[in-house]
Structures are given as structure tokens and as C-alpha cells.
């Protein structure tokens, strides 16, 4: 019976060494490729600055695929001066983008037909003799202009104040509230020395 035991221990020790062996030969062999598990990163949020005719205008933090409709909820809201047909509202939002929504035209002054001159006084000389200077026109030389009333003008002669001279009718693109339909309806109206 001894014999028989002392082989059976023989036997499991030869057992467990070939299993050792076979283990750290598997352990020395070079594995495939890791695979990792979980989610992919987020994509970063955008950052928009909303302004112009908003409740709330600033800096907005955003989520990728934003609309421009989701940058004025974020702000608020329009205000009631808000021309939102002079922006697309379904338009992607960019990171970095400035998104600005426009007042509405100022409708004419009753009794005047829209692009019609004022009648009389100094103003309305400048105005019916043909187009305006757009670097000496004053707030009120602006003011008689088809469009534009008196917080446009006094941001259109303050941006002529800080940025200097226009060099171009395009320029006034860069005052807010002037769009490319506000330019077209002043281009007959204007000039640029």
C-alpha cells in the first residue's frame, strides 16, 4: 500500500509541475490587443456668446449639436424688438460663435411713406439733397434716415467714434443692429468719401 501511495504523490507532484509550467508559459506569452470598456468622452461643450435683442445676453455653456434656437432659449428669450426673421434660428451653433439677434426695423413715422425723406428743417435739407456722408453725418442726419432711429444712430456715430472712419458702406455690418436688408434699404441714402 505504500507503494501504492508514494505514486499517487509522485503522480500529483508531476501533475502540479506540468500545470505550473503550463501556467507561466502562458503567463510569458505576449497578449493581443487590451480591450478596453466603457464609454467614449463626452464632447466638450460649446461656449456662444448671445447677444443683441435677448433678455439675457452673455456667455452661454451649450451642448454639442446646439441650435441657435437653443442659445436664445439659454439667454432667455427675444425681446419684443427682436427681428427673428433676420436669423435662422435652426442654424448650428459653433464653439466660439457670437450669435446676435437684430432689433426690427423702426417702421416709418406715420404720415411718411417708408423711404420717403422728413419734410423741412436742417435735417431733411441733408436728407432730400442726396446721399449722406457717412463719417460727418450726425445722430440726427442719421436718424432722418429710412430705418434707423435714434439708438442706431447713436451707436452707428459711436462706433465711427471708437473704430474711426468707414471705409466702405459694408462696414456698417459691424454696428449692431444693421443687417444686410437694413444696408440695402441705406445704400441709396449713404456714401463713403
Known sequence: MR???AGQAALLLVG???LLLVGRAMVARPAGEPVVLGTPAPAPALLVHVAGEVVLPGVYRLPPGARWSDALRAAR???FRADLDAVNLAQPVRDGERVYV???PDPAPP???EGEAPRGGAVGAVAGAGPVSLNQATAAQL???PGIG???AARIVEHRRTHGPFHSLEELLEVPGVGPR???RLRPHLRVP
Do not use: F
Open 3 to 5: 507503494a501504492g501511495r
Open 16 to 18: 502540479a509541475a506540468g
Open 77 to 79: 428669450g427675444p425681446t
Open 102 to 104: 437684430p432689433p426690427r
Open 111 to 113: 404720415g411718411r411713406a
Open 143 to 145: 436718424e432722418a434716415l
Open 150 to 152: 435714434p439708438v442706431l
Open 182 to 184: 437694413l444696408l440695402a
